[in-house]
Each structure stands twice: as C-alpha cells, then as structure tokens.
C-alpha cells in the first residue's frame, strides 16, 4: 500500500485521475470555421454560430479476409472517411439555408442542370473544440479537424407542424469532402484558418446561364468563419 505523499501518485489515485483529466471535454465547446462560397455576409462577419451541432468525422480502414482450412487471416484494404452532418438553426429570414442551397445552385442548378467545377466551390472546413474559457487547446493534433475540399451534397428538410410548440425549425446539410487531417502541427499552427478560397463568380441563375461559377471571394474562413 502506498504511504504518505506517494499517494498521490499511486495508479489507483483520484487525485492523479483528476489531474490528468483536468477540465474534460464539453460537448457544447466547439467551433465551426468555412466558406459558403457566394454566401452574403448577413451577419457582421459573425462565426458560424446558427450551427447547433457538428462532429469529427470517422475514419474507417477497411480489411480483406483470405480464408485458409476454415480459419481466416486479415490484410488491410482501404481507408474511407464518413460523410458529415452539421445540424443547423434556422434564422428568420432564410438566410443561411438558403446560402447552402446557392452553394449547391453553383455546382448543379436547378433548372439549368449544369453547373460549375471550379476550385473556389470547393472550400476546406475547420472544426475545433474549445477549453472552457473559449481558447484553443494546445494540442490541436486532437481536438482539431480539417475537411479537405468541402461540398454540400444535401440540405435538409425544414418541418413545419401547427403542433410544434416550444422549439426552433432546424435543418441538416450533409458535407462531402475529400478527406479530413489534424490540424496543429508545425507546419499548421493552431489559430490557422482554412485555405484562401479566391474564385469569384456568380451562380448559374445569377448569370443567367449554366455557365456561371459560384464563388467567394476571400479567406476560406468566409462570411459565417472567425
């Protein structure tokens, strides 16, 4: 048995447990930072903060089972990433819904059926989570992801109900993306935001065609990014 002040550091100590959990990590601390590319800034350059809830993607390295005389090995196969999904709240004017919607116009219109390719369509996205006091942790090789060439492949419903009482419309919008990496190392400091996004354009309505390329002019962190 431990004695005196080895207590303290004995596998099995509440107070070293608690020292090395320190604060924890609250579910409500976190940050989004991205571009809607074409999207006004309605808000005063405000961070994205009508997104209620979002998450670190998965990250899933499959395998391949060969069989041998009823026993089987594994070799590995390929890695895939999860789609994400930000639930957001709907503002009263229709504003950022229907930014996401633009965003999804640039590249295939609804009427026009074509769209545009560019690069400024394709923005990364930054999702961070924070200390208590509001400030990014130190290590952001963990609690900070990167989404790589973001794009919206589906906005959600918004549920109307007469008998929906004492709540907010809300919506989903499904991200798909390339790939996500940590972000903090040396060479990406932490406080860094997206990659520029400098393509600009209009979308194909906008233009009256389906040649129009959609796209924000500016940092990647973009008028809902801080």
Same mark, same amino acid.
């Given at each position: 048995?431990?004695? +005196?002040?080895?207590?303290?550091?004995?596998?099995?100590?509440?107070?070293?447990?608690?020292?090395?959990? +320190?604060?924890?990590?609250?579910?409500?601390?976190?940050?989004?930072?991205?571009?809607?590319?074409?999207?006004?800034?309605? *808000?005063?350059?405000? @961070?994205?903060?009508?997104? @209620?809830?979002?998450?670190?993607?998965?990250?899933?390295?499959?395998?391949?089972?060969?069989?041998? @005389?009823?026993? @089987?090995?594994?070799?590995?196969?390929?890695?895939?990433?999860?789609?994400?999904?930000?639930? =957001?709240?709907?503002?009263?004017?229709?504003?950022?819904?229907?930014?996401?919607?633009?965003?999804?116009?640039?590249?295939?219109?609804?009427?026009?059926?074509?769209?545009?390719?560019?690069?400024?369509?394709?923005?990364?996205?930054?999702?961070?989570?924070?200390?208590?006091?509001?400030?990014?942790?130190?290590?952001?090789?963990?609690?900070? =992801?990167?989404?790589?060439?973001?794009?919206?492949?589906? =906005? &959600?419903?918004?549920?109307?109900?007469?008998?929906? =009482?004492?709540? *907010?419309?809300?919506?989903?919008?499904?991200?798909?993306?390339?790939?996500?990496?940590?972000? &903090?190392?040396?060479?990406?400091?932490?406080?860094?935001?997206?990659?520029?996004?400098?393509?600009?354009?209009?979308?194909?309505?906008?233009?009256?065609?389906?040649?129009?390329?959609?796209?924000?002019?500016?940092?990647?962190? &973009?008028?809902?990014?801080?």
């Amino acid at each position: 048995m431990p004695h +005196g002040n080895d207590q303290g550091t004995a596998p099995h100590s509440i107070s070293r447990f608690s020292q090395a959990f +320190g604060q924890g990590q609250r579910a409500t601390l976190f940050e989004v930072e991205g571009a809607i590319p074409g999207g006004q800034d309605h *808000f005063g350059g405000a @961070k994205l903060f009508f997104i @209620k809830a979002a998450q670190f993607p998965a990250s899933t390295i499959g395998f391949i089972e060969v069989p041998f @005389k009823g026993r @089987k090995i594994k070799r590995l196969g390929d890695r895939t990433f999860a789609d994400r999904t930000l639930t =957001v709240l709907q503002d009263e004017e229709n504003f950022i819904r229907e930014d996401f919607v633009s965003w999804m116009n640039a590249i295939n219109d609804h009427d026009f059926i074509l769209g545009a390719a560019s690069a400024g369509l394709f923005p990364d996205w930054n999702i961070r989570a924070l200390k208590q006091d509001g400030t990014i942790p130190a290590n952001q090789n963990i609690l900070g =992801v990167r989404l790589i060439s973001c794009f919206p492949s589906e =906005v &959600g419903t918004l549920e109307f109900n007469y008998e929906t =009482v004492d709540t *907010f419309v809300e919506f989903t919008v499904t991200m798909q993306y390339d790939y996500w990496m940590s972000i &903090g190392s040396a060479a990406d400091p932490p406080g860094a935001g997206a990659r520029p996004v400098t393509t600009t354009g209009t979308s194909p309505r906008q233009a009256g065609g389906p040649a129009g390329g959609g796209g924000h002019q500016g940092p990647g962190v &973009g008028p809902y990014g801080g």
